[in-house]
T-cell receptor, first 115, second 110 residues
Framework: SAVISQKPSRDICQRGTSLTIQCQVD?????MFWYRQQPGQSLTLIAT?????????ESGFVIDKFPISRPNLTFSTLTVSNLSPEDSSIYLC????????????FGEGSWLTVV | GESVGLHLPTLSVQEGDNSIINCAYS??????FIWYKQESGKGPQFIID?????DKRQGQRVTVLLNKTVKHLSLQIAATQPGDSAVYFC?????????FGQGTTLQVKP
């Protein structure tokens, strides 16, 4: 199974600033995704990180607020821009090996608090 | 505006009993389903998955049942242990991405 590491694991940020979260997978994966989990809620898909091209965003999420990079098959970053207290959440990176039907694994998450 | 957190349904069981956690999914085109366990302070941990061409799959102490007619998924945990206490999420997959259900909190009483 793929092992997914995220950095930072936790951070406290000032409103108006930005935070970049890194996601490293220990093997090459076909697809990588970014999720948000607000306090007490389920996971919501932000976007699919596409290798070498622009990410595919879900409804309600835009590139200006959540720019994503994926320079290769093992690494991706998510930036949360112009932070507000409403952005306080867990941000989770996930990855899928192979094609449709293969298991999707998650990192431990990056816990963001905006003050 | 201010968002209000959802209250996750809770299932409370006695240690040693069997647990059944239910999930209704929304998309009849979903072809892949997964159950995850999330302990406090951790990311989701894969438990078991099932493809849409199956109706039952068993793992170690866990069984997933899929009823496509009523779009229902269930997770059965045999001989529930204190370490099973967590939030359990079902997720449905289509075109490679997962959409998560609301989640159920499982509490195991000693």
């Amino acid at each position: 199974s793929a092992v997914i590491s995220q950095k930072p694991s936790r951070d406290i940020c000032q409103r108006g600033t930005s935070l970049t979260i890194q996601c490293q997978v220990d093997s090459q994966v076909t697809m990588m995704f970014w999720y948000r989990q607000q306090p007490g809620q389920s996971l919501t898909l932000i976007a699919t990180a596409n290798q070498g091209s622009e990410a595919t965003y879900e409804s309600g999420f835009v590139i200006d607020k959540f720019p994503i990079s994926r320079p290769n098959l093992t690494f991706s970053t998510l930036t949360v821009s112009n932070l507000s207290p409403e952005d306080s959440s867990i941000y989770l990176c996930s990855a899928r090996e192979g094609f449709s039907g293969n298991t999707i694994y998650f990192g431990e998450g990056s816990w963001l608090t905006v003050v | 505006g201010e968002s209000v957190g959802l209250h996750l349904p809770t299932l409370s069981v006695q240690e040693g009993d069997n647990s059944i956690i239910n999930c209704a999914y929304s998309n009849s085109a979903s072809d892949y389903f997964i159950w995850y366990k999330q302990e406090s302070g951790k990311g989701p941990q894969f438990i078991i998955d099932i493809r849409s061409n199956m109706d039952k799959r068993q793992g170690q102490r866990v069984t997933v049942l899929l009823n496509k007619t009523v779009k229902h998924l269930s997770l059965q945990i045999a001989a529930t242990q204190p370490g099973d206490s967590a939030v359990y999420f079902c997720a449905e997959g289509n075109t490679g991405k997962l959409i998560f259900g609301q989640g159920t909190t499982l509490q195991v009483k000693p």
